[in-house]
T-cell receptor, first 113, second 112 residues
Framework: QQQVKQSPQSLIVQKGGIPIINCAYE??????FPWYQQFPGKGPALLIA?????SEKKEGRFTISFNKSAKQFSLHIMDSQPGDSATYFC????????????FGKGTHLIIQP | DGGITQSPKYLFRKEGQNVTLSCEQN?????MYWYRQDPGQGLRLIYY???????QKGDIAEGYSVSREKKESFPLTVTSAQKNPTAFYLC???????????FGPGTRLLVL
């Protein structure tokens, strides 16, 4: 089974700090790498996504770094706020996402005031 | 108001019973997906459909069935063959060949 390995499982950061969540994949056919944010009892919401032809993408306080040779990508949250406390999932897919996403197991992030 | 709706929010299943979860979207998306979420397991793909009257099994399709008779609707049936159905079920949709999947609010299924 194709896998995406996500770490850490949980993370506590002080307000203003920069939490970093890492993901690694095995399938070289993956060509789309989104990050989702999920609050308790809600569906995941897309935060930011990247394709392998770029090494970094920024949207607001969220940045994805992508290392194609290492088959790794990570999410950085700048100037983190208590409202960023949520579960974050990385995911990957091939065929531009048409065949469904393979998700990491999630990171429970807590931003302390 | 555009989006994806799932109903009911909570669903209780008795032993040996089939139950159906509803998913409707008014985004005019061609592709629809069903995922199962368990604590500490992330989301796992059950079934997906790229077009009306066509669907494919995902990673954990055993014990589930789907239909896609209309573009806007993709119901999921949890059959009695699914021995561990307690989970949070999420429906998603996307435009054909577009990567962004939009998720509904989910249905929590519990076994009595």
């Amino acid at each position: 089974q194709q896998q995406v390995k996500q770490s850490p499982q949980s993370l506590i950061v002080q307000k203003g700090g920069i939490p970093i969540i890492n993901c690694a994949y095995e399938n070289t056919a993956f060509d789309y790498f989104p990050w989702y944010q999920q609050f308790p009892g809600k569906g995941p919401a897309l935060l930011i996504a990247i394709r392998p032809d770029v090494s970094e993408k920024k949207e607001g306080r969220f940045t994805i770094s992508f290392n194609k040779s290492a088959k790794q990508f990570s999410l950085h949250i700048m100037d983190s706020q208590p409202g960023d406390s949520a579960t974050y999932f990385c995911a990957a897919s091939g065929m531009g996402g048409a065949d469904g996403l393979t998700f990491g197991k999630g990171t429970h992030l807590i931003i302390q005031p | 108001d555009g989006g994806i709706t799932q109903s009911p929010k909570y669903l209780f299943r008795k032993e040996g019973q089939n139950v159906t979860l509803s998913c409707e979207q008014n985004l005019n998306h061609d592709a629809m997906y069903w995922y199962r979420q368990d604590p500490g397991q992330g989301l796992r793909l059950i079934y997906y459909s790229q077009i009306v009257n066509d669907f494919q099994k995902g990673d954990i399709a055993e014990g589930y069935s789907v239909s896609r008779e209309k573009k806007e609707s993709f119901p999921l049936t949890v059959t009695s063959a699914q021995k561990n159905p307690t989970a949070f079920y999420l429906c998603a949709s996307s435009r054909t060949n577009q990567e962004t999947q939009y998720f509904g609010p989910g249905t929590r299924l519990l076994v009595l």
